[in-house]
Every structure is written in structure tokens, then in C-alpha cells.
């Protein structure tokens, strides 16, 4: 297998191979193709960004230079014209998106033509680009395409004829669609936890093997060729490592059971035409026995990802990053392999490739023929620490199947649960576990003695039918299990059928039992600092310490999660799907902290308020000098009168300032309308468009009120025993102190979600803009690094679903009205409109790429919009940014944002 090598010479240096990429990673700088005939550049993937140039291209009349298009109307001919190739991924609808700033009469048409050569004469286009792009946006072009799967597609750019137009600009391709029908597997990246991830930026760049040891050489042969730690191009910058002329690099493991994912992300070089491979070793003894259990190789000559094992293959696009992902269960002995998310094979671990193997994952091998340029970056293995049960044969017992369960103590006696399909429910996919009877089954776990943990599942108790639920349902987490030894418990959750409740069976917490339905039970544990804190349906059930919560003498590790039913009559109707041990999700929130309530109230009929102040230094975290930003509230509230206009104040005070306070001594941060009410107690979350800041050291104060003098409406807070709602009344200005009702189905709170140092230095400025047709102002957020040459993330709200925008800036501040709204950026006005930076308003007024649905990356480090001498932006100046966006014939702006660099 070694010998598979390339025929082609090697690649040139790094100093030439640096020349030849693109200057920002994701633009693919590729060549022009002026040939119709010839368009053979290969585009296989969308959402990735090519440029174009048609300063010397040619007027060919044979080439379509008198078409015309009736999809939409177009005036016949195009001139100045590149041609490129597009191969769709799905079957549905591509939007092809183009822009230049060299010229403004750019013009576009698609043809379906053949993979290899076009007809002549052409065809008539499949679509054309409108006659004029609209106000403001004339140099952005995008054209709806439908597509077919692997069906080619042709695409020519070039200027109105008569115009002279010529000069770069950049296109981009944004599918959507249905795959060709093929096995999926479910994807856990959010959950899991890396327990190998290395993305190459902690080494210096120069030789890998010098830098680190979690890579050798093959065979630990130290004549075999030794890849680079490069700065050329990476996809999680600074670095990436780079292989060429028969480079080998092994990384060993000792995987014995379990679900895993292995992904590297891969980059290969164009005008290559050798050999990269992705290689999975079942067995690896450098100089010994070895067994491949995958094989993925990506050929330069055929543009194809190869499984050399069962001949599947996929096209890759050169010059872009792509994901090989390959997911593998140890136990079940499968293993199915992706290239982007698309199915390239599922098989046996053991004999996919050929000899029979062995259940063990040994090596990931990095293998570079000669001439082959590849750039692997962000290489992971990461447990999947889910169980939706959907691997395994239904109406079975789930002990047996697989080694990630076991029953109590290793008991074969013990009663064992038994994996069910529909007609009983499941929450994804076709398979959950029915835990009835006395079933009592363990999964262990391993290395998880420090930091934050998740320990969740989804849980149905099933009231009707013939089998109602009876008796008691458990899900218990044990910091010590050994079968048959010591056994320790730090959390014992059951949901009771005698009561209704789900209850911690040893602080008394519960929360009324939801039936019928899927609910989360999770427990959030930091081991770090021996707490943890336990939520059924989103309501807080305790929060204690992890070692002591049950009994004295625990340790602080996550050893065990435990199911257990128990109880007259059997249990019957009890179902867990979605089993999940991982990592617990960065946050912080203040929480239990102080309220002063109706401090302004002193006659009746005022306007009722409810203040909650936070120590946030404390409460949050927050790092002596560090400010903090808050991103939403949220709040459980009822109004005793019909739906009122409300609002949520955010100040800011000085601690040391006397309760109770004036507005005098409070700094206003914030303002966001909200309705109170219907006489129902509800959670009401307020995600605020821009993060609030709150300078360090300062307290944060949240008001909330609602706008009618005289109204009713309570508010909670949490507490120590009773959980105390305060109400006021119209005839009076005191809070009442009640106890939260029987089987309310809340807990009451206020709570913030906080985080620390943001990213930006936020600059106060003063824009207002005008409503559009929402009958609302569009608004703009920016998140990012706020450090000069490190990109901003922007979002835009409130806007016309479906219209098309994109972000200007500028060193300066001025007001202009025009089309809808205020310009209010100034002399210098800079766009970004390059196709990947436009935006367009999804259905809820969000103004994101439509490729991703996220929001849209505006570089700063010079690459665009900025142009020679401008250059990037530098450390402490202050630049200010605004969102230009579409509205019928017409055009509005959003608010304002300024951000000052360091």
C-alpha cells in the first residue's frame, strides 16, 4: 500500500506553494477558463468563494455572444466572458451569487451542459442575471438555479456587450436541496467532548516531528519524509500541517469499545496531480503486525475521494477545505465514512479491508504521495456520548447487544430493559428503552474526575392505555462503582407515580411530572467545585454539593449513570431515549442574588416595578478588571389582568450607592419592550440584539414593569424553602409576600445570562433609524475579538423577510437621509458586498448567510473591502458599521454600531 505514489513531479516549495494560494483562506483564487469548449475547472462543492477575471478574456460569437435568456427576459449577448464548471451536491435550487468592483454591468448565464464539452451553438441558458441588480446593489448578481445531483452545470461571466466592462470579481454558489437518497448517521459534534484534537497552532512552524510527539514517523523510520507545521493556509488559523513527496505521520491510540468519530479537515493544493490519504489502522506495531480497517484516498488526477477498499467515490473541489469524517462502533463492528457530509461507505470495521481485524482503533497514518501538496488541519477523535438505542434490534434486551451497558453489579439475574420501537414512543430516530419492572441497568464511565459534566437523558412516562405508568421510575449517577465493591450515589432522581412529582429523593425538591410527552432531566456537575445542579423540564429540582449530596464520603468523579425502576404493579410505561454523558456547556449565569422590590412605588396608581440587582463580580465570575455583557433576561411573570404592554430596564449602579435607590443613582444600559400576562404564570426570555455592557465593578440592576398604572402582575425570585412570589396590588405600594402555588409548573426567577470581557469595544453613537415595512427599525449586532485584523461577526434584525443586504462602515460619523433611511457612517463609506458577506432576511426579519444561516464574517485584516493604501484596520482606531438592505423598490439602513480596535 506504501508504494501507491504519484507520477507527476514534486510539488514546488513553501515559499512558491504560499505565492500560489489565495491570500485568505475560503477564496479560492482559481483560473479563468475564456473557452467555452474547455471549461473543465472543476467546482464541486458550494459555499465556497472562487474569483474571477476577465480583463483579457475574448468575444467569441460562437461562444453565446447573441443569446438571449427568457428566464428572466434578458437583452441578447454577453462579452468579455470566463467560463467555469459547477457540480451540484443535492437536487433543488442553487443561487449563484456574483459581484465585481471593477465594473457594474455584469451579466451572467447558465447553461446545462455535458461534464466534458459544451454543444455548439449553444443551447438557450437555463437563467440569466436580471437586467438591473437594484439601487445600491448593482454590482451583486444572484441567479436561481435549479440543479440535479452530479448533473454539471455551466456557468458564464462576462459584461453587458457594448459596455467595455472588464476586470476581477469573486462568485459564489449556495445550494439547497435533497441529497441523493443514502444511510445517514447520526451527527453528535455539538456533544462531544475531543478526546484527541489537534489543530497544529500550539507548535512553532517548521518540522512536526521537532514540534510535538503526538505524531511519528511511520514505521518510526526516521528517513521517511517529515511534514510541516505551516503558516501558508489553515482553516483554524495560525497554522495547518502540510504534507508533500511521500510524507507518513502516524498518531496512535488504544481504542478498545465505544462509538468514535475521526475527522481531519483537508486542503489540496491545485495544479497537483499525486496522492493524500487518510488511513485508520485496526492493528499498528511500528516494524510488526498492522491491519487497515480504512483507506481514503484523495486523487488529484480523477478529483475524486477514493475508498480503495469497496471503489465509492465522491468529488472534492481543489483549493477548498473539506471534512473526511469517518464513524465507527467498536462494538457493533461497523464503521461509515463521509466527505462532507455526504455517505461514501458503511461496512465492517474489522473486514472492510480485506484480512480480518481486529475491534480496536491503533493509528490514524497521514500519507502524502510525492506531488500530492495536501494541508490537513483541526485532525479530532471525540467519543459519541449519546445513546438513542437506534443501533440496536428492537423488542431485545439492550444487555447483550453492547458493552456500554450492564446490568447491576454484572448481575445476569438482574431484570434487564428492553429496547422498544413504535407503536411505542421515541424522541429521534425509531428506537427507545422501556425501563419497567425492576430493570436496573449501568453504563460506566471513565475519565471524567475533573471539570464540567452533563449527565442528561429524555424521559416519557406514559399515562394512558392499558399500561399506565406505576411505581417509580430512577435515573441515579454514582461518584463511585465498582460491581460487587464500594458504591457511592451523588444524585438520586425518580419520578413518582403516588405523588405526581419528580422528586430528588434526598433534598425533597419536585417539580411536577409532565406525562405523556418527552422532558429533559439533566444534572449539571463541576467536579472542579464539587456542585451540581439538577433540572427536570428546564425547572430546577436542587443544587448541592456533588461528594455530599446523598451521604458523606463521596469523591469527586462521575463514575456511573444508573436506570432503575421500581415499585407495585411493575412500572409499566416508563421510557428513556437520548441517554447522554458529555462535557457540560460553557455559561454563566447570575443567579440567587438580591431583589429590592417596588423601591419607586410610594402611593397608589404608580407604575409598578421590580427591581433585582447582581453582584456580578461575585455572582458571574467576572476577572478583576474585566467588564461584564450581558446577552438576555429572563423571568417568570403573571399579570391578574389581561395582556399588557411591558418592559425590561438594564442599569448599572454603584455598590456602594444606599438601598433602596433612586433612578438617579442608576445609569440606564438598556431598554427592550415585552407583554405581561393573561393570567397564566409564564417564562418570558428577552435575547437582546446587542450585548450589554456592564463596566467591572459596577452592580447590574434589571427592571421589569409593565406601562399601566395600577396593574397587577407578580414576579419571582428564588429562595431557601418556600419560594416567595411578591405581588402589589392596586390599592397599595408594599409586595405581598405568597408562596408559590401547589403544581404551578414553574420555578420562579429572574435570571441573567452573563459573560465576561467581551469581545468588543463597543462605542456609543447615535443613529436612529427609520421603520420599514415590519413596522420596525432594522438593527445590527457585532460580535468578535474587537483586536485589529481579527474578524467581526455581524447580525442583522427586524428587517423585510427575504430581501437582500449587505454592511457598510467607515472611519466617520454624519446623517444622510436616503431611499428609506439615515445613512449615518460618513466621507469614507466602505461596503462589504462581496457575494459570501450579503445577507438575506430569513422568515423571522434575521438578515444571515443564507448558505449557513449564520451571521456574516467581515474580515478586517485588508483582504476586502479595504483597498491599497487604506490597508486593514490598527490598533485604537474607532470604526463604525451599519447593515444597507433592499426594501421593495427601494433601499433602508439599520442602527449603528461602533467599534473601537485593539
Known amino acids: 500500500m506504501k508504494s501507491l505514489t504519484g507520477t507527476s513531479p514534486r510539488w514546488p516549495s513553501l515559499a512558491l506553494l504560499s505565492a500560489l494560494l489565495s491570500p485568505t483562506v475560503g477564496l479560492a483564487q482559481i483560473a479563468n477558463e475564456d473557452d467555452c469548449s474547455g471549461a473543465g475547472l472543476r ?116 459584461s453587458v456587450p457594448g459596455t ?175 466527505y462532507n457530509s455526504q455517505l461514501l461507505f458503511t461496512d465492517s470495521w474489522t473486514g472492510h479491508s480485506g484480512a480480518v481485524g481486529t475491534p480496536t482503533i491503533e493509528a490514524i497514518d497521514l500519507f502524502s504521495s ?45 431484570d434487564n430493559a428492553l429496547v422498544v420501537t413504535s407503536p411505542d414512543p421515541a424522541f429521534n430516530g425509531s428506537n427507545s428503552l422501556l425501563v419497567d419492572d425492576t430493570d436496573d441497568i449501568v453504563r460506566r464511565l471513565s475519565g471524567a474526575n475533573s471539570g464540567k459534566w452533563r449527565a442528561s437523558a429524555r424521559w416519557y412516562i406514559q399515562d394512558t392505555g392499558g399500561q399506565p405508568f406505576v411505581g417509580n421510575s430512577w435515573m441515579l449517577l454514582q461518584n463511585t462503582y465498582t460491581p460487587n465493591g464500594p458504591v457511592h450515589w451523588s444524585s438520586q432522581i425518580r419520578a413518582s407515580s403516588a405523588t405526581g412529582m ?75 431515549d437520548e441517554v447522554c454523558v458529555r462535557r457540560a456547556p460553557c455559561s454563566q449565569n447570575a ?7 417596588n423601591p419607586l412605588n410610594s402611593c397608589p396608581g404608580s407604575l409598578n416595578r421590580y427591581f433585582r440587582v447582581y453582584d456580578l463580580d461575585s455572582e458571574c465570575g467576572i476577572v478583576p478588571g474585566a467588564d461584564a455583557y450581558v446577552e438576555s433576561v429572563d423571568f417568570a411573570v403573571r399579570s391578574a389582568l389581561s395582556p399588557m404592554p411591558g418592559h425590561v430596564r438594564l442599569y448599572s449602579r454603584n455598590p456602594q450607592d444606599p438601598l433602596p435607590f433612586d433612578l438617579g443613582s442608576l445609569t440606564l444600559l438598556h431598554e427592550e419592550s415585552i407583554t405581561v400576562g393573561n393570567l397564566s404564570f409564564e417564562h418570558v426570555y428577552v435575547p437582546l440584539c446587542e450585548a450589554v455592557r456592564v463596566p467591572f465593578g459596577r452592580e447590574l440592576v434589571v427592571e421589569v414593569a409593565v406601562d399601566q398604572a395600577g396593574s397587577q ?40 445570562t452573563v459573560y465576561e470581557n467581551p469581545p468588543l469595544g463597543f462605542v456609543e453613537a447615535s443613529c436612529v433609524p427609520d421603520i ?7 438593527r445590527i449586532h457585532l460580535e468578535g475579538s474587537g483586536i485589529a485584523d481579527e474578524p467581526l461577526f455581524a447580525t442583522c434584525f427586524q428587517g423585510p423577510p427575504g430581501e437582500f443586504g449587505y454592511y457598510i462602515f467607515s472611519d466617520n460619523l454624519g446623517t444622510i437621509p436616503i431611499g428609506n433611511g439615515v445613512v449615518c457612517v460618513f466621507t469614507t463609506i466602505l461596503r462589504y458586498n462581496r457575494p459570501d458577506l450579503v445577507f438575506q432576511f430569513d422568515a423571522n426579519g434575521v438578515g444571515v448567510r443564507a448558505s449557513t444561516g449564520m451571521p456574516v464574517e467581515l474580515p478586517t485584516d485588508g483582504s476586502y473591502p479595504f483597498n491599497s493604501p487604506l490597508g486593514g484596520v490598527a490598533p485604537g482606531e474607532t470604526w463604525y458599521y451599519q447593515g444597507w438592505y433592499r426594501e421593495c423598490q427601494t433601499w433602508n439602513y439599520t442602527d449603528l454600531v461602533g467599534v473601537t480596535f485593539r
Not at 459564489?172 to 435533497?178: P, R
Request: aromatic fraction near 10%.
Open 43 to 158: 467546482v464541486y462543492e458550494a459555499g465556497v468563494l472562487h474569483t474571477f477575471d476577465t480583463e483579457n478574456a475574448t468575444t467569441d460569437p460562437s461562444h453565446g455572444q447573441s443569446t438571449s435568456c427568457a428566464s428572466p427576459p434578458s437583452a441578447p449577448g454577453i462579452e468579455h466572458d470566463v467560463w467555469f464548471t459547477f457540480w451540484p451536491t443535492v437536487t433543488g435550487t442553487a443561487r449563484l451569487a456574483a459581484s465585481t468592483d471593477d465594473f457594474t454591468d455584469l451579466k451572467v448565464f447558465v447553461y446545462a451542459c455535458p461534464p466534458t464539452n459544451c454543444n455548439t451553438p449553444l443551447p438557450p441558458p437555463l437563467r440569466c442575471s436580471a437586467p438591473v441588480a437594484g439601487p445600491g446593489l448593482s454590482n451583486v448578481v444572484v441567479v436561481a438555479i435549479p440543479i440535479a445531483a452530479y448533473q454539471p452545470i455551466r456557468v458564464q461571466l462576462g
Open 164 to 338: 467595455g466592462g472588464v476586470g476581477e470579481g469573486t462568485f459564489l454558489f449556495i445550494e439547497t436541496g435533497s441529497p441523493p437518497a443514502a444511510p445517514t448517521a447520526p451527527e453528535f459534534a455539538a456533544a462531544q467532548e475531543p478526546d484527541f484534537c489537534d489543530d497544529l497552532d500550539s507548535y512553532a512552524a517548521g518540522p512536526l516531528l521537532s514540534a510535538t510527539d503526538r505524531w511519528e514517523p511511520w514505521d518510526l523510520d526516521p528517513n521517511v519524509g517529515m511534514a510541516q507545521v505551516s503558516p501558508t493556509v489553515s482553516l483554524s488559523p495560525p497554522h495547518s500541517m502540510f504534507l508533500d513527496e511521500d510524507d507518513d505521520l502516524v498518531h496512535r491510540l488504544d481504542l478498545t469499545s465505544g462509538k468514535w468519530v475521526i475527522r481531519a479537515d483537508m486542503y489540496v493544493v491545485m495544479s497537483v496531480s499525486g496522492e493524500s490519504f487518510l488511513i485508520l489502522m485496526n492493528t499498528y506495531e511500528p516494524l510488526g503486525a498492522k491491519n487497515w480497517s480504512t483507506t481514503l484516498r484523495a486523487n488529484a488526477v480523477t478529483g475524486l475521494i477514493e475508498d480503495l477498499d469497496s471503489a465509492a467515490t465522491l468529488p472534492f473541489n481543489f483549493g477548498e477545505w473539506g471534512e473526511l469524517r469517518v464513524e465507527i462502533d467498536l462494538d457493533a463492528d461497523t464503521q461509515s465514512a463521509y
Open 370 to 414: 510525492a506531488s500530492s501538496g495536501v494541508f490537513f488541519d483541526n485532525v479530532r477523535i471525540t467519543r459519541q456520548p449519546c445513546d438513542g438505542f437506534d443501533d440496536y434490534t428492537a423488542a431485545s434486551e439492550l444487555v447483550g447487544q453492547t458493552s456500554r451497558w450492564e446490568s447491576w453489579n454484572n448481575d445476569p439475574a438482574v
Open 502 to 576: 419528580v422528586e430528588d429523593f434526598n433534598s425533597g425538591g419536585a417539580v411536577p411530572m409532565v406525562t405523556n410527552a418527552w422532558r429533559e432531566l439533566r444534572v449539571d456537575i463541576d467536579l472542579d467545585n464539587d456542585t451540581q445542579s439538577a433540572y427536570y423540564n428546564n425547572q430546577l429540582l436542587y443544587t448541592d454539593a456533588w461528594t455530599t449530596h446523598v451521604a458523606a464520603g463521596g469523591v469527586p468523579e462521575l463514575a456511573s449513570l444508573n436506570l432503575f425502576a421500581d415499585g407495585p404493579g411493575g412500572n409499566t410505561g416508563a421510557f428513556f
Open 591 to 597: 443567579d440567587n442574588v438580591s431583589i429590592v422590590p
Open 713 to 752: 402582575f407578580m414576579i419571582g425570585v428564588n429562595g431557601t424553602g418556600t419560594k416567595p412570589w411578591y405581588f402589589a396590588g392596586s390599592g397599595g405600594c408594599a409586595p405581598i409576600p405568597q408562596e408559590v402555588p401547589t403544581g404551578l409548573g414553574i420555578d420562579p426567577i429572574i435570571d441573567v
Open 772 to 778: 420599514n415595512g415590519t413596522g420596525l427599525p432594522g
